[in-house]
């Protein structure tokens, strides 16, 4: 008998602020509804988007214990190197480290621009 996969949703952002950094979190179809109601909670009121810089640093660490306690999974990769462009970053942070395939993406949402 084969093995039955977990279907899960991934959401990936990145900052180009010094070294590139991306960040993948991966959430379990089956949560996902409960997840959004949680983070849509901590959106400032009149807002569309969650943004540390939009919070202030009175709802940041608060925001930051909310986010960490909620169930999913998450890397942060990055990428040092000065010699290498924002693509080449990218191809080498994501999908190529030891973790790589290990949760198979049902859908893949990229936030920012």
Not at 23 to 35: F, I, M, P, R, S
Not at 51 to 69: C, E, I, Q, Y
Request: a positive charge; hydrophobic letters at 35%.
């Amino acid at each position: 008998m084969g093995e039955r996969l977990l279907r899960v949703h991934a959401f990936i952002d990145e900052s180009k602020r010094g070294e590139y950094a991306l960040c993948a979190v991966t959430v379990a179809a089956g949560d996902l509804t409960a997840l959004r109601r949680q983070m849509n909670a901590l959106r400032p009121p009149g807002h569309t988007r969650i943004h540390m810089t939009s919070v202030g640093k009175k709802l940041a660490p608060k925001n930051v214990t909310v986010v960490a306690r909620l169930e999913a999974t998450s890397r942060i990769y990055l990428m040092s190197s000065q010699k290498v462009n924002e693509r080449q970053a990218r191809g080498r942070g994501a999908g190529s480290g030891p973790d790589a395939g290990d949760e198979p993406g049902h859908r893949v949402v990229r936030s920012g621009p």
